[in-house]
C-alpha cells in the first residue's frame, strides 16, 4: 500500500507522537479518569493505523509488525493472566489484589488495577493493530 | 421276559451289522431274521397261556410299557414268518439293485418297528414305533426303481400326514385321560364327543396303514417302481397286520365301538366303499404289480367292513381275513415278482403262457388268486363267509346291512374276476415269442411262495382246525358253533369231486383238441392275433359301462387320490401365505422404509442452504416459544 | 491453593503463551497443548474427587464474597462437565498431531483449540451469569475460527452462517442478561435465584426464560435452531469436529439450560410443566427431523453433524422428563454422546486424513484397510445407537426410565423407538465407509497418534458402559441431585464453607 | 419504559438486516445495529436520574453515581462486539474471495 | 431527556438507512452514525467510559469496515433483487416474531424498574466498597478490573482469540498441498 | 442395578451344553469354509459373541444383564449376516440389526415397566408384570425368535449368512427370544391366561403361514428360513402353554431344532459349495454327490419333520401334548403346522436329493468337503442318539423342576 499524500504525512508525523502520549495516559489513569486500558490500547493501535495509512508499508515490513504486534499481543495477554496468577501464588486467590491499595486518587493506588490497564492496553493495541493489518494491509497473511 | 427285546433289537442289530460288514451281509441278516423268528414262535407259544405286561420306563406320566396277550403273539408269529420269507425271497429278486445294501436295513428295521408296534402296551410308546415304521417305509420305497422316489415321498407324505393326525388323537385321549395303557379296565364308550373325535383321528392313523380309502394311493403308486417284495412286506401283509392291529386294539381294546352305531356304520362305509371302488380299479388295470396293489387296497376294505360290524364273528372274521390276505397277497405279490425277475416286465400285455415254464409260480398263483376271489374251500372264502355272517348279524340294528352285505359280495366277484384276468394274462394265454426262454424263478423266490400257497389250501380246508383255534379263538372268544351251515370239511370233498369232473369233462371236450375256425370281418380274413382278446383286455367292455368308466377315470386322474388333495390344498394355502400373507407383510415392512426415505429426502430439500432460510426457521422455534411460554 | 480458577487458567496461560512458542517449534506447541489437556484431565478427575466431600466449593474471584465479585460454583454437574470436556479436548489434542500436520497455520489451531477449552471450561464452573456470557463468546469465537480453519469455500460459508445464528444466540442472551439485571440488579446466579423467586412466574420471567431458551438452542442447535450445525461441524477440522459436536454444543447449549432452568429459576416438573413439555417436544421435534434428514446425506460428516442434533434431542428430552431418572440420564447421555460423537468425528478425520474425501459413494471397502478406524468406528456408533453394554445405552436407559417413571410412556416409546433412525444412519456409514466391497487401492493404516487417540475413546466408552454403576454413583448421580436441588444451589453457593486459603 | 422500547426497535431493526438483507455486508451491520441496542439499552438500565458519572473525585463526597455495574459489562459487550464484527468480515472478506460475491442466496454450497 | 429520545429516533432512522442504502460505504456511515450517536447518548447516562471506548471503536470499526468494502466491491448489487420464496416466508415469520417479541418486550419493560431509577442493589456495595477496598477512584475501573477482573480477562482473551481468528482466517491457503 | 448376576440351573446347564456344542461344529465347519483372509477373525469373534451370549441369556437371572446378552448377540448377527460384504449381504444386514434393535427397544421399554413395578430386574422377585409390559417384551421376543408378523428379517439374512455361522443362528440367535420368554413368563409367577393363549395362537398362525411359505419357497436358504420360522412356533407355542410337557417340549425342542437346522445349514451350505447353486430348480439328484450327505440330510429334515429316531419326534410330541392340556384347536393348528413341515421338507429333500433330472444326470459339481459333510454327519448322529435315548435329557429336564 503505498501513502498517502505530503500533508497527510506531515501532520501525521506531527500527531503521532501526542495520539500515542495520549494512549499512554489513558491507559495508566485508568483507574483515576474514564478510560482505561482498553480505551487507551485501541488509542494506540489507532497511532500504528494512522501512521501505517499514511506511510503505507511494505511487504517485509507488514509482516514484521505482525509479528511484533503478535508477540506483543501475547506478551501482555500473560502479563494480565500472570497478574491473576500471582494473586493466585501470594494470597491464593485468583485475581487477588494483592498490592497496597496505596492512597486514593493518587496514581500510585487502587493495586494491581493499573497493572493490568497497562497489561491490558498492550494486548489491545497490539492486537487490533494485528486485526487491521491482517484485514486492511496485508492481502494475507502467508503463512510459514 | 428278555425275548421281547430280542424281538426289537435282534433284526435291528442283524440288519445293522450287515450293512457295516458289507461281506458278512447275508450271514447276519439270517441270524437276525432267523432269531427273530425263532423267539416270534417261543413268544406265540408263551403268550398263549400269560399275559404280561411290564414297564420299561416311566416318566412325566406316561408308561413307556410292553403289553402282551393272544394278539400280539398272533402278529409277532406273522411278523416274524413275513419278514423271514421276503428276506429270503428278497435274496435274489432284489440282488442286481443298486441299493440293495440298504434294502435289507430297511427290511429289518421294518420288522423291529413292526414288532414294537405290537410288543408296546401304551399307546404313545406305540406311536415311537408306529413313527418308526415311516422312516423305514420311505427307506423301503426308496429301494426301487428310479422314479420310486415320488412314490416313496407320496407314501412317506401320506403315511406321515396320518400319523400326525393320529398323533394328535392319542394325545388329546392322554390329555383326557392321563393314561393311554391299553386294554382299559372299563373300555371306553362314547359318551363325550373327545372320544369319537380321538378315535376317529387314531383311527385315522390305523387305516392309513391298512390302506384303505382314501389314503391308499401310494399304494398303487410305489407298485410300479418297487420291487415285488418290498410289496408283499409292506402293504401285502405287515401294513396289514398293524393296521388291522391298531384299529382291533382302539376298536375293542381303548374304546368299545360296538356301543356307538355311528362310527360303526362309518367304518363299514369306509370298508365297502374300499372293496367295491378298488376291485374296480384292479380290474381295469394293465400291470401285475399294480393290478395287485389295488386288489391289495380292495382287501383291506373286508377287515375293515369285518371289524366295523361289531359282531365277534364279524371281528373274528376280521383277524382271520388279515391273516388269510397276508398269506395270499404275499403269494401274489412274489409270484409276480417272480416273473417279472424272469421276464423284466410286470405289463400283462408284454405276457403270457409262462404257465408251462413256471409251473410251480403257476401253482401257488393260482391257489392264492383262487383263494383271494373267495372260492371255497380256500381260506378266503372262509373269512369272507364269517364276515358276511357278522353282516347279516346286524339286520336287527341297521335297516341298511344288506347294501354292505351286497357291496362285499359284489367286491368279491370283482375279485374273481380280476384275479382270473391276471391268472390268464400271465400264465395262460399265448406267450409271446420273446419270453420262450423263461424258466422257473429261483428256489429261494419259489419256496416262499409255495409255503405260503400251501399255507393258503391249509387254513382253507382246515380252517377250524388249526388256524381258528390256535391262531383267532384264543385272541377273539367267539362260539364256533355260530359258525352256521358251512362245514368245511364236506364242503371241500365236494368241490374236489365237482372240480375233478368238470375236468374230466374239460379235457375229454376240447383241451387236447382246441378247435379252431376262421374269422371273417366284412369277408376278410382277420389274423388269430388280432382276433383274440388277450387278458388285459377282458374286461375292456366294462369301459363302456357309463357309471364305471367314470369312476375309473376320476381314479385315474386322482380324483381319489387324498395325496392330490393334501398337495393340493396345501399349495394353495401355501399360495396364499406366501403371496398375499407375506407379501403383504413385505410390503408394510417396505412401505415403511420408503416412507422414512421419502420423508428424509423431502426435509433434506428444505435445508436450502439460504441463510434466510435458516434464520427464518430460528424465528419460527422463537415464535413458538413466545406463543407458548409467554402469551 | 485451589485448583478452580486452574481449569480455565492454564488453558488460557498456554493459549497465549502458544503464539511465542509456535515461532520456535510445531512439533512443540503439540506437546505442550497434549500435556496442558492431560493435565487438565488430571485436575478433573481430581474435582471429581474434589465434589464427593463436598456438594459444592464456592471459589472468590479476587476473594469478593458473592454478589459482589465473580464467584466460581463448583458443583458435581460442573465437575462432571469438566471432566468431559477434558476427555474430548486431550483426545482431539492427541489426534490432531498428524491431522492438522496437512493444514498451514498451526500454532493458531493450536491457540484456538485452547481458548475454545477455556471458554468452556470457564462456562461450567463459573457462578455468575455475564462472565458465563464472556466465556460463550470466547468459546463460540474461537469455533467460528476454527470451522473456517481450512478457509475453503465450503467451510467459510459454514462458518458464516454458524456465525450469523451463533450471535443471534449469543446477543438475545445478552439482552435477556441486560433484562434480568434491570429487574434483580444483580449478575450472580444464586442471587439471581433469591431474587427471582420473589418474582413469580410472571409474563417477564417467562419472557426472560424463553429468550434464554431461544438463545440456548440455538447454541445447543435443536430442531428448529440446528441449520447451522451439519454445516459447520463437518467444516470443521476432524478433532475439531469431535470436540464440538463431543461437547462444545452441550457446555454452550445444554448445561446453561439445564444450569439455568433447574438451579435459577427453579424450575421442575410439577411448577412448570408447560415448559418441560416444550423441552420434550423440542428433544423429540429434533431427534426425528435431524434423524431422517441424516438418513439422507451422502457426507461423512455431514450425516454425523446431523446425528448429532438428532442425539442433542435425547438429553432435551432428559432434562425434560425431569424427574431423577430423566436427568440423570441426560446427565449421562451428554457422557455418552460426548465420547460416541467425538469418536466418530476422529474416525472420519483418520478416513479424511488417508482417503482425502469424505464423500460415501467414493468411500468403500476401508474395513480391512483400516481396521482399527473401522472398530473403533463401530464402537462409537454402537454406543450411540444404545447397544449394550456400551455406554449410550445406560445413557438412554436412564432417559427412558425416566420417562415411564413419570408416566410418559408415549415419550418412552417414541424416544426409544426413534433410536431406530440413529441406527438406520450410521449403519450407512459403517455400510459405505468400511463394509461395502470396493477399490479403494493403497490405502494405510491411521497414523499411530490418530489410533491411539482413537482407541483411549474405545476403552473410554466401554469402560464406562460396564462401570455405569459406579458413574451412577460417583459422577452421575451426584450431578444430577446437583440439578435437582433447584433453588438450594443459592444457598450453597452463598452459605457453604469456601475453600479458599 | 419507552425509552428501552426504541432499543429494543433498534435491535429488531437489526434482525431485520439479518433477515431480509442478502448482502453480507448488511448483514454484519445489522450485527452491529443489534450491539449497539444492547449495549444501549444496558446503559440506560444503569441510569438514574441525577446522579454522576462513577468516578470518585474527592475521597468523601457523596455517592449519588449512576450503576457502574452495566457500564463495566458494556465495556465488555462492546469489545466482544468489536471480535465478533472483526471476524465476522474476515469471513466476509474470504468469502468474497472464495464466490466473488456477497450475495448470500448465492453462498449455498452447503445443503441437503 | 427529550434529547435522548431524539437520538434514539435519529439513531433509528440511520440503522434503516444502514440497511436500506444500496451503496455499502454509506451503510457503513449510516452505521457510523448510529454508533456515534451511540457514544453521545452513553455521554448523556454518565458513562464516559463507555463513550471513549465506544468512539475508538467505532473508529476502528469504521476502518476495518471500510477497508474490507475497498477491497471487495462497495455496491449491494442484491438490494433490488425479487425475494425468492424461502426468503418471503422468512420475512414473513420475522414480521410474525418481531410483532410477538415487541409486545413481549414491552409487557417485560413494564416489569423492569423505570428507566432512570435503577435498583443498584449489589451496585451499591461497590460505590461504597470501590475506594477503600479496591483503590480506584474510577469505579468502573475497579469493578472490571477488581471486583468483575474475570469478565475483563474474558474480554481480552475475546480480543485475542478474535485477533487470532482473524489471523487465521486471512491464511491464504489452508492446506497444504500433497 | 446389575451386577455377577448368574445362577445355575438345569435348563442353563442344558443350553450351555447346547449352545456350546453348537458353537463348536460351527467352528469345525467355520475352519475350512469361512477362508477369507482380511476379516476371518471377525468371524471368530462373532462366534464366540453368538455363543457366549446365549449362554449368557440362560444363565442370567438379572433382566437388564440379559438385555445386555440379547443386544450383543443382535450385534453379532449382525456382522454374521453382512460378512460376505456385497450389497444384498449389507441390505440384508442392515434389515436384520435395523428390525431386531427396534424390536429391542422396545422390549427393553417393557423392560424398565417391570423393574419400576418391581423395584427389581431379578425376575426371580418379579412379582407382576403388567399387560403392556408383557406385550412390549414379547415384541422383542416375537422379533428375535422370528414369529410370523416380525419375521421380515429372517429370510434375506439367512440369503446372506455364510453357511458357518448360518448354523449357529439357527441353532443359538434364534432361540434366545423363545428362551428369555420362558425365563421371564412361564417360570416366573406372572400368569395371564388372556396373554398366553394370545401368544400361542399368534406361534400356531405364525408356524402354519411360514410353513406355506416355504413349501412353495425354491431357494434353499428361502425355505430353511422359513423352516425355521414355522419350527420357533413350536417353541413359543410350547413355553405359551406351559406345564410340564409345555416347557420340557420347548426345550427339547429348542435341542432338536437347533441340532437339526443347524445340521441342514451346514448341510446346504455344502451342497452351495460343491455345485454353486442354492436353487432347487437347478438342483437335483445331489445323492450322486454325496450320500453320505444325503443320508444325514434325511436325518436332520426328519428331525425336523419329527420322525421316531430322531429327537424331534419327542419335542413335537411333548410340545402337542402340552398345547392339547391348554386348548385342543391349539393343538389342531400345531398339527397343521407340522403337516406343513413334513410337506416342505419332503419336497426340499426329494428335490435335493432325487428330483426329475436324476436320469439326465447333468449336474456339475466338486467334490463336497470332508469336514463339512463330517459336521453335517455328526450333528445328525447327535440328533439321533438324542432321539433314541430320548429319556436321558427329557428325565434331566425333568427333573429341573418346572
Avoid at chain 2, 237 to 245: A, P, R
Avoid at chain 3, 275 to 295: M, P
Avoid at chain 4, 59 to 80: C, E, G, K, R
Avoid at chain 6, 63 to 70: D, E, N, Q, R, Y
Wanted: charged share 10%; glycine share 10%; with cysteine.
Amino acid at each position: 500500500m503505498k501513502g498517502m499524500s505530503l500533508i497527510v504525512k506531515t501532520i501525521t508525523n506531527i500527531m503521532i507522537g501526542f495520539i500515542f502520549l495520549y494512549g499512554v495516559y489513558i491507559i495508566l489513569h485508568g483507574h483515576l479518569t474514564p478510560g482505561g486500558g482498553f480505551a487507551g490500547g485501541v488509542i494506540v493501535a489507532g497511532v500504528f493505523v494512522l501512521r501505517y495509512l499514511a506511510f503505507g508499508g511494505s511487504k517485509a515490513g507488514e509482516k514484521k509488525s505482525s509479528i511484533t504486534a503478535s508477540v506483543f499481543e501475547s506478551v501482555g495477554a500473560l502479563l494480565f493472566v500472570i497478574i491473576a496468577l500471582l494473586g493466585l501464588l501470594i494470597a491464593g486467590v485468583f485475581f487477588f489484589n494483592f498490592l497496597p491499595k496505596g492512597t486514593p486518587l493518587y496514581l500510585l493506588s487502587a493495586g494491581i488495577i493499573p497493572f493490568c490497564n497497562i497489561a491490558i492496553g498492550i494486548k489491545v493495541g497490539a492486537g487490533l493493530f494485528s486485526i487491521f493489518l491482517a484485514l486492511a494491509a496485508f492481502k494475507y497473511i502467508m503463512e510459514d | 421276559m428278555n425275548e421281547i427285546y430280542y424281538l426289537i433289537l435282534l433284526p435291528i442289530a442283524g440288519g445293522l451289522l450287515g450293512l457295516l460288514i458289507n461281506r458278512l451281509r447275508s450271514e447276519f441278516n439270517f441270524l437276525g431274521f432267523f432269531l427273530t423268528l425263532f423267539f416270534s414262535v417261543r413268544f406265540f407259544i408263551a403268550s398263549q397261556t400269560k399275559i404280561l405286561s411290564f414297564n420299561l420306563i416311566s416318566f412325566a406320566g406316561i408308561n413307556f410299557r410292553f403289553y402282551v396277550d393272544n394278539l400280539t403273539g398272533l402278529i409277532i408269529l406273522f411278523n416274524g414268518i413275513f419278514a423271514f420269507l421276503i428276506w429270503l425271497y428278497s435274496l435274489k429278486a432284489v440282488s442286481k439293485n443298486p441299493r440293495e445294501r440298504f434294502y435289507y436295513v430297511y427290511i429289518a428295521l421294518t420288522l423291529a418297528g413292526a414288532n414294537g408296534v405290537v410288543l408296546s402296551g401304551n399307546l404313545i410308546f406305540l406311536l415311537i414305533f408306529w413313527n418308526f415304521l415311516v422312516f423305514s417305509l420311505y427307506g423301503l420305497l426308496l429301494v426301487g426303481k428310479k422314479d420310486s422316489t415320488f412314490a416313496a415321498r407320496k407314501a412317506l407324505t401320506i403315511i406321515g400326514v396320518s400319523d400326525f393326525v393320529m398323533l394328535l388323537g392319542i394325545v388329546m385321549l392322554f390329555v383326557r385321560l392321563g393314561n393311554v395303557d391299553f386294554p382299559l379296565q372299563h373300555r371306553l364308550i362314547f359318551t363325550q364327543g373327545w372320544y369319537v373325535v380321538s378315535y376317529i383321528l387314531i383311527a385315522v392313523g390305523a387305516l392309513a396303514k391298512l390302506g384303505t380309502m382314501p389314503l391308499h394311493t401310494w399304494i398303487p403308486e410305489s407298485a410300479r417302481v418297487v420291487p415285488a417284495s418290498t410289496l408283499a412286506f409292506i402293504p401285502g401283509s405287515l401294513d396289514k397286520l398293524l393296521g388291522f392291529y391298531l384299529l382291533f386294539r382302539i376298536s375293542y381294546s381303548i374304546f368299545d365301538i360296538s356301543k356307538f352305531g355311528g362310527l360303526q356304520v362309518l367304518l363299514m362305509i369306509i370298508g365297502a366303499v374300499t372293496i367295491v371302488f378298488m376291485s374296480v380299479m384292479a380290474l381295469l388295470q394293465k400291470e401285475a404289480q399294480r393290478l395287485l396293489a389295488f386288489s391289495t387296497v380292495s382287501q383291506a376294505g373286508y377287515m375293515v367292513l369285518g371289524l366295523g360290524t361289531g359282531m365277534p364273528i364279524a371281528i373274528a372274521g376280521a383277524l382271520f381275513h388279515m391273516l388269510n390276505n397276508t398269506i395270499y397277497k404275499s403269494v401274489l405279490f412274489l409270484g409276480a415278482g417272480a416273473v417279472e425277475y424272469r421276464t423284466k416286465t410286470s405289463e400283462l400285455d408284454n405276457l403270457g403262457g409262462l404257465g408251462v415254464k413256471m409251473p410251480l409260480t403257476f401253482f401257488s398263483f393260482l391257489i392264492a388268486g383262487l383263494a383271494i376271489s373267495g372260492v371255497p374251500p380256500l381260506n378266503g372264502f372262509y373269512s369272507k363267509w364269517m364276515i358276511y355272517q357278522g353282516i347279516i348279524g346286524l339286520a336287527d340294528r341297521f335297516p341298511l346291512w344288506f347294501v354292505f352285505l351286497i357291496c362285499a359280495m359284489f367286491g368279491s366277484i370283482l375279485t374273481l374276476a380280476y384275479n382270473l384276468k391276471l391268472v390268464h394274462s400271465i400264465f395262460l394265454g399265448r406267450r409271446p415269442d420273446n419270453l420262450d426262454k423263461v424258466r422257473e424263478a429261483r428256489f429261494e423266490m419259489v419256496t416262499p411262495s409255495f409255503i405260503l400257497a400251501l399255507a393258503c389250501i391249509v387254513f382253507g380246508i382246515f380252517a377250524q382246525a388249526v388256524p381258528l383255534k390256535y391262531l383267532v379263538a384264543p385272541v377273539i372268544r367267539f362260539d364256533v358253533s355260530k359258525l352256521g351251515f358251512w362245514v368245511p370239511g364236506l364242503a371241500t370233498i365236494l368241490i374236489i369231486v365237482g372240480v375233478l369232473i368238470g375236468l374230466l369233462v374239460y379235457l375229454f371236450g376240447t383241451a387236447w383238441r382246441p378247435r379252431r375256425s376262421r374269422v371273417f370281418i366284412g369277408g376278410e380274413i382277420l389274423e388269430t392275433d388280432e382276433a383274440s382278446i388277450t387278458g388285459p383286455n377282458f374286461y375292456s367292455s366294462l369301459h363302456n359301462l357309463d357309471l364305471l368308466e367314470k369312476t375309473y377315470q376320476f381314479g385315474e386322474g386322482g380324483a381319489f387320490d387324498f395325496y392330490n388333495y393334501l398337495i393340493g390344498i396345501a399349495g394353495g394355502l401355501a399360495i396364499v401365505f406366501k403371496d398375499v400373507i407375506n407379501r403383504i407383510l413385505t410390503t408394510i415392512y417396505e412401505g415403511i422404509g420408503r416412507m422414512v426415505r421419502v420423508l428424509g429426502t423431502f426435509i433434506s430439500l428444505l435445508h436450502t442452504g439460504e441463510l434466510y432460510n435458516y434464520v427464518g426457521w430460528i424465528f419460527l422455534g422463537g415464535i413458538i416459544i413466545l406463543l407458548i411460554l409467554v402469551f | 491453593m485451589s485448583i478452580i480458577p486452574l481449569y480455565f487458567a492454564i488453558p488460557l496461560i498456554t493459549a497465549f503463551a502458544i503464539p511465542l512458542l509456535g515461532k520456535i517449534s510445531k512439533t512443540l506447541v503439540w506437546i505442550v497443548a497434549t500435556v496442558v489437556s492431560f493435565v487438565l484431565f488430571i485436575l478433573a478427575l481430581y474435582g471429581i474427587a474434589l465434589t464427593q466431600e463436598t456438594s459444592m466449593i464456592v471459589y472468590r474471584m479476587g476473594n469478593w464474597p458473592p454478589p459482589l465479585g465473580i464467584v466460581m460454583a463448583f458443583d458435581s454437574f460442573s465437575a462432571f462437565m469438566v471432566l468431559v470436556i477434558s476427555i474430548i479436548v486431550f483426545s482431539g489434542c492427541f489426534f490432531s498431531l498428524r491431522y492438522i500436520g496437512h493444514f498451514t497455520g498451526q500454532w493458531k489451531f493450536y491457540t484456538l483449540y485452547m481458548l475454545i477449552t477455556a471458554g468452556m471450561m470457564g462456562i461450567a464452573i463459573t457462578g455468575d451469569l455475564f462472565n458465563m456470557f464472556v466465556f460463550l463468546e470466547i468459546a463460540a469465537i474461537s469455533s467460528y475460527c476454527l470451522v473456517a480453519f481450512g478457509v475453503d469455500a465450503e467451510e467459510l460459508e459454514a462458518s458464516f452462517k454458524y456465525m450469523v445464528m451463533g450471535e443471534i444466540g449469543g446477543l438475545t442472551f445478552l439482552l435477556a442478561i441486560a433484562l434480568l439485571y434491570a429487574k434483580t440488579s444483580t449478575l450472580n446466579l444464586a442471587d439471581i435465584s433469591n431474587t427471582i423467586s420473589s418474582i413469580g412466574m410472571t409474563p417477564f420471567f417467562w419472557t426472560i426464560l424463553g429468550m434464554l431458551l431461544f438463545a440456548f438452542s440455538i447454541k445447543a442447535a435443536l430442531v428448529p435452531f440446528h441449520t447451522w450445525l451439519p454445516d459447520a461441524h463437518p467444516a470443521a477440522p476432524a478433532p475439531v469436529s469431535s470436540l464440538l459436536s463431543g461437547i462444545f454444543i452441550k457446555v454452550l447449549g445444554i448445561y446453561t439450560t439445564a444450569r439455568i432452568v433447574f438451579n435459577i429459576f427453579g424450575l421442575n416438573r410439577a411448577n412448570a410443566p408447560v415448559f418441560f413439555n416444550i423441552l420434550i417436544g423440542i428433544g423429540l421435534l429434533s431427534i426425528a427431523w435431524a434423524g431422517l434428514s441424516a438418513l439422507n446425506q451422502k457426507d461423512y460428516k455431514r450425516l454425523l453433524g446431523y446425528s448429532t442434533v438428532s442425539q442433542i434431542g435425547y438429553i432435551m428430552v432428559g432434562f425434560g422428563i425431569g424427574n431423577y431418572y430423566g436427568v440423570a440420564g441426560a446427565i449421562f447421555y451428554i457422557l455418552a454422546h460426548a465420547l460416541g460423537k467425538g469418536l466418530l468425528f476422529l474416525t472420519s478425520g483418520s478416513v479424511v486424513h488417508r482417503t482425502g474425501t469424505r464423500d460415501l459413494d467414493k468411500l468403500a471397502g476401508l474395513g480391512e484397510a483400516m481396521s482399527t478406524t473401522a472398530w473403533s468406528y463401530r464402537f462409537g456408533a454402537l454406543s450411540l445407537i444404545g447397544l449394550p453394554p456400551l455406554v449410550g445405552f445406560f445413557a438412554k436407559l436412564f432417559i427412558v426410565l425416566g420417562a415411564i417413571k413419570a408416566g410418559l410412556l408415549w415419550l418412552a416409546i417414541i424416544a426409544i423407538g426413534l433410536s431406530v433412525l440413529t441406527l438406520s444412519y450410521l449403519l450407512k456409514i459403517e455400510n459405505s465407509v468400511f463394509m461395502k466391497k470396493g477399490k479403494m487401492a493403497d490405502i494405510k493404516k491411521a497414523p499411530f497418534s490418530m489410533r491411539i487417540a482413537m482407541v483411549f475413546l474405545v476403552i473410554l466408552v466401554l469402560l464406562t458402559g460396564l462401570g455405569f454403576q459406579t458413574l451412577m454413583d460417583f459422577l452421575i448421580g451426584p450431578a444430577a441431585n446437583a440439578l435437582l436441588r433447584g433453588v438450594e444451589y443459592a444457598q450453597l453457593v452463598f452459605g457453604s464453607f469456601s475453600l479458599n486459603f | 419504559m419507552t425509552i428501552f422500547v426504541f432499543c429494543i426497535a433498534l435491535f429488531l431493526i437489526g434482525l431485520y438486516a439479518i433477515v431480509t438483507k442478502r448482502n453480507l455486508i448488511k448483514i454484519i451491520i445489522g450485527f452491529a445495529l443489534i450491539e449497539y441496542s444492547v449495549n444501549l439499552l444496558f446503559a440506560l438500565i444503569g441510569f438514574r436520574r441525577g446522579a454522576l458519572a462513577p468516578i470518585i473525585t474527592k475521597v468523601h463526597s457523596a455517592h449519588n453515581f449512576v450503576d457502574p455495574i452495566p457500564q463495566a459489562l458494556v465495556l465488555t459487550a462492546i469489545v466482544i462486539a468489536l471480535g465478533t464484527t472483526a471476524v465476522m468480515l474476515a469471513i466476509a472478506l474470504r468469502i468474497y474471495e472464495r464466490y466473488k460475491t456477497f450475495d448470500i442466496a448465492k453462498i449455498k454450497k452447503l445443503k441437503g | 431527556m427529550i434529547e435522548l429520545y431524539l437520538f434514539l429516533i435519529f439513531m433509528l432512522v440511520a440503522a434503516i438507512i444502514a440497511t436500506e442504502i444500496k451503496d455499502l460505504l454509506a451503510a457503513v456511515i449510516s452505521l457510523g452514525a448510529v454508533g456515534f450517536s451511540v457514544a453521545i447518548m452513553f455521554i448523556l447516562v454518565q458513562a464516559p467510559d463507555l463513550a471513549i471506548v465506544q468512539i475508538v471503536v467505532e473508529v476502528l470499526t469504521i476502518v476495518i469496515f471500510v477497508a474490507v468494502i475497498l477491497k471487495t466491491t462497495h455496491i449491494d448489487e442484491t438490494i433490488a433483487e425479487k425475494f425468492s420464496g424461502t426468503q418471503v416466508l422468512a420475512t414473513v415469520l420475522y414480521a410474525v416474531f418481531a410483532i410477538l417479541f415487541f409486545i413481549a418486550m414491552v409487557r417485560a419493560m413494564n416489569d423492569i424498574p423505570p428507566f432512570g431509577q435503577a435498583t443498584m442493589r449489589v451496585a451499591g456495595q461497590y460505590i461504597r466498597l470501590g475506594l477503600p477496598r479496591a483503590g480506584g477512584a474510577n469505579l468502573v475501573a475497579d469493578v472490571i478490573l477488581d471486583f468483575r477482573a474475570l469478565d475483563t480477562l474474558g474480554e481480552a482473551t475475546v480480543l485475542f482469540t478474535s485477533v487470532i481468528g482473524v489471523v487465521a482466517l486471512m491464511r491464504k491457503i489452508g492446506r497444504r498441498q500433497k | 442395578m446389575i451386577g455377577f448376576d448368574f445362577f445355575v440351573d438345569r435348563f442353563g446347564i442344558f443350553l450351555t451344553l447346547l449352545f456350546g456344542f453348537i458353537g463348536l461344529m460351527s467352528f469345525i465347519y467355520a475352519l475350512v469354509t469361512i477362508k477369507e483372509k482380511g476379516h476371518r477373525l471377525e468371524y471368530y469373534l462373532m462366534l464366540l459373541l453368538l455363543v457366549g451370549s446365549g449362554i449368557g441369556i440362560a444363565l442370567t437371572y438379572n433382566l437388564l444383564l440379559m438385555f445386555i446378552f440379547w443386544e450383543i448377540s443382535t450385534f453379532a448377527i449382525w456382522r454374521a449376516v453382512a460378512y460376505y460384504r456385497g450389497d444384498q449381504e449389507l441390505a440384508a444386514g442392515n434389515l436384520t440389526f435395523i428390525l431386531n434393535f427396534a424390536a429391542a427397544t422396545i422390549m427393553l421399554l417393557g423392560i424398565l415397566m417391570v423393574y419400576l413395578d418391581n423395584g427389581t430386574f431379578n425376575i426371580f422377585e418379579i412379582r407382576a408384570i403388567n399387560d403392556t409390559a408383557a406385550i412390549f417384551i414379547l415384541i422383542g421376543v416375537l422379533t428375535k425368535s422370528v414369529t410370523m408378523p416380525l419375521h421380515i428379517w429372517l429370510a434375506p439374512a439367512y440369503r446372506a449368512v455364510p453357511a458357518a455361522i448360518g448354523g449357529c443362528l439357527a441353532g443359538i440367535g434364534e432361540n434366545l427370544g423363545v428362551i428369555v420368554f420362558m425365563r421371564l413368563f412361564v417360570t416366573g409367577t406372572f400368569f395371564s391366561p388372556p396373554f398366553f393363549n394370545t401368544v400361542a395362537w399368534i406361534a400356531v398362525a405364525s408356524s402354519i403361514v411360514a410353513g406355506g411359505v416355504a413349501l412353495r419357497s425354491d431357494n434353499l436358504r428361502n425355505l430353511l428360513a422359513f423352516s425355521t420360522i414355522s419350527q420357533l412356533g413350536f417353541i413359543l407355542l410350547a413355553f405359551a402353554v406351559g406345564g410340564t410337557f409345555g416347557i420340557v417340549g420347548g426345550m427339547l425342542y429348542i435341542l432338536a431344532h437347533a441340532l437339526a437346522k443347524s445340521g441342514l445349514f451346514y448341510g446346504v451350505g455344502v451342497v452351495e459349495d460343491s455345485t454353486g447353486s442354492d436353487n432347487l430348480k437347478n438342483l437335483s439328484c445331489l445323492l450322486r454327490v454325496s450320500p453320505a450327505l444325503a443320508v444325514a440330510m434325511a436325518f436332520l429334515a426328519g428331525s425336523i419333520v419329527g420322525f421316531f429316531p430322531m429327537i424331534g419326534f419327542f419335542s413335537k410330541l411333548s410340545v402337542i401334548v402340552g398345547a392339547v392340556q391348554q386348548s385342543t384347536a391349539s393343538g389342531v393348528g400345531a398339527i397343521i403346522a407340522a403337516v406343513f413341515t413334513l410337506l416342505y421338507n419332503t419336497r426340499f429333500y426329494h428335490e435335493l436329493f432325487f428330483g426329475d433330472e436324476c436320469r439326465s444326470a447333468k449336474i456339475k459339481f466338486k467334490r463336497p468337503s470332508y469336514t463339512g459333510v463330517t459336521v453335517v454327519f455328526i450333528l445328525a448322529l447327535i440328533s439321533l442318539l438324542c432321539g433314541i435315548f430320548f429319556y436321558k435329557p427329557m428325565s434331566y429336564l425333568l427333573a429341573g423342576g418346572v
